[in-house]
């Protein structure tokens, strides 16, 4: 059986152990890989998977052995794929492991997401080792067919529609986090954001708006501002607030297995980061985009590479709603003055996310990194005969 381990370093937030514990489980359940996955903080991990126990170093879940990545890094066999995350540092023992291993392992650097133009040239590209005969591969996930995809699982499309259309399913799922759905022709908005700004405008036009709007808060960074808005020193999980026709629930941070399930049910999301900005895609719903500020300002033109990529199919009109929104949204501008075109564009947006989603599923990350992986064991195999 193929080995993996997957090395995951937790800087901050959920998206990077997000996307490893995604992809762990990707491989180990579907495509039957032996995974391990080194983890450096059980504590965040423990957050998106409720099975994780965090006072073990060494634990199987969901099919996954999931081990304690601590400074004191033990002597282990290598496996066939090693992929260090985000560009995190391997061990050096593990490196060591690895040059002196029967079969030298394919290494791959797991890159950041981003739908900029250069990725592509340097999606796939190999990386010698400075000083030792070791060559790592650089792996982007992207949205186009030059890089190596995005994540998804086998029938996650089928199963969103499924859910989609089933409204005993979703009343279930509602009912399960302790929501009263009251009316049909309320507006599902969920909400997953870095501190920002922007929101109070949002939330005074929301407030106002002729269409009843329930927003849905999973417990994270911009909580606080929602007590502040509301005159709550102390919002917790369960929390609920109204104004006009706006009412705010504050959720759990629930599992990925959940959240995902909150991205189908509502109508519009809210997401940031990584990980959720690539679940609100597959969720063939129209979303708004808060990603993750670098220093040096350099997201701004991720966040437009996307758009322009995003928007070619869509109406001028709608086109200008979605970059006008998600563009204040991240400069933390006035975004409720433009909630309106967005919301009008609706109809138009929700079959747009459709087609994107189908799209976008063909070119599969998993898959993609396995075919990488088997290439390169083909041409060592071909040169060592050599
Ligand atoms: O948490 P994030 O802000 O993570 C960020 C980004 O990945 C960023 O690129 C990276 O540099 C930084 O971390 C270190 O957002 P992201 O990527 O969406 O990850 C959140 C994860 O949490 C994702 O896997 C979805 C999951 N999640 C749940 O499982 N339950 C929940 O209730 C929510 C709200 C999220």
């Not at 996930?141 to 029938?155: C, H, R």
């Not at 399960?176 to 922007?198: I, R």
């Not at 007590?227 to 104004?243: H, I």
């Not at 705010?248 to 940031?272: I, K, M």
Request: glycine share 4%.
């Amino acid at each position: 059986m193929k080995s993996c381990d997957i090395f995951c370093n937790v800087i901050d937030n959920y998206g990077d152990i997000g996307v490893c514990w995604r992809l762990a489980k990707k491989l180990a359940n579907e495509r039957n890989l032996n995974v391990r996955l080194w983890i450096d903080d059980l504590f965040s991990f423990a957050k998106l998977c409720s099975e994780v126990d965090i006072t073990l170093d060494k634990q199987s879940c969901s099919g996954v052995e999931v081990c304690l990545w601590c400074k004191d890094f033990p002597e282990v066999q290598p496996a066939i794929i090693v992929i260090e995350a985000f560009a995190c540092q391997l061990p050096s023992n593990y490196i060591e492991a690895m040059l002196h291993a029967e079969l030298q392992p394919v290494w791959i650097n797991l890159e950041y997401l981003s739908a900029e133009d250069w990725i592509q040239g340097c999606h796939a590209l190999p990386s010698p080792h400075p000083s030792l005969p070791l060559t790592k591969y650089y792996f982007f996930p992207g949205f186009t067919d030059k890089t190596g995809g995005l994540l998804i699982e086998s029938n996650l499309l089928a199963r969103r529609d499924a859910f989609q259309s089933d409204v005993e399913q979703q009343r279930v799922f509602w009912k399960s986090l302790g929501v009263e759905m009251s009316s049909n022709d309320t507006l599902k908005v969920s909400l997953f954001a870095y501190e920002n700004a922007a929101l109070n405008g949002l939330f005074d036009v929301w407030a106002d708006s002729p269409q009843p709007l329930l927003c849905l808060v999973p417990e994270g960074r911009v909580l606080p501002q929602i007590g502040a808005y509301f005159g709550d020193v102390a919002p917790s999980v369960g929390s609920e607030y109204v104004r006009g026709n706006l009412s705010v629930h504050v959720l759990p941070f629930v599992s990925q297995e959940n959240y995902d399930l909150l991205l189908w049910a509502c109508d519009v999301n809210f997401v940031r980061g990584e990980d959720s900005f690539v679940r609100a895609q597959w969720a063939g719903r129209p979303f708004i985009w808060q990603i993750y500020p670098q220093h040096d300002e350099v997201h701004h033109a991720k966040l437009d590479a996307f758009l322009s990529l995003y928007s070619t199919q869509l109406s001028e009109s709608a086109q200008l709603a979605v970059s006008d929104l998600c563009a204040a949204w991240n400069k933390e501008a006035d975004a409720g003055q433009l909630w309106s075109a967005f919301i009008n564009a609706q109809v138009e947006l929700n079959l747009h996310a459709k087609i994107w989603a189908d799209a976008l599923s063909k070119n599969n990350l998993a898959l993609n990194l396995l075919d990488f992986c088997q290439n390169i064991g083909r041409i060592r195999a071909f040169e060592n005969e050599r």
